[in-house]
């Protein structure tokens, strides 16, 4: 080697600088092949924790919107259908009109019906 030029000392080379050689490579390149591993995995788990929270979110709105459309359903009903109390009370009802107007039927005169 000349001196004052720099050259790329081969790594079998035993006067290479302790960087180069070919052990010290391969601790850096398993090195960096660690961590990149280390960083996909922490982006994966990242992402796909933010979709199960974004799926939980999404579902917690879904049960709400069903939620409002049942009450909304409820005081429909509420307001629109009768109660058995309130179907009994019309059926006595209209059955004490219906003996009533039989009743006046009966004393109409034969000839009028």
């Known amino acids: 080697m000349k001196k004052g030029k720099l050259s790329h000392p081969q790594s079998h080379s035993p006067d290479a600088p302790e960087f180069f050689r070919r052990d010290n490579m391969l601790r850096l ?8 591993a280390g960083l996909i995995t922490a982006y994966h ?3 796909y924790g933010l979709k199960e929270q974004l799926a939980t979110k999404a579902d917690q709105q879904l049960v709400g919107a069903i939620d409002s459309r049942l009450v909304h359903i409820e005081a429909i009903l509420n307001e629109r259908v009768a109660t058995k109390t309130e179907l009994r009370e019309v059926r006595d009802h209209l059955n004490q009109k219906l003996l009533g107007i039989e009743a006046r039927l009966r004393l109409l ?5």
Do not use: M
């Open 29 to 36: 390149l398993l090195t960096i092949v660690v961590a990149a």
């Open 45 to 47: 788990a990242t992402i």
């Open 109 to 113: 005169p034969e000839e009028g019906r």
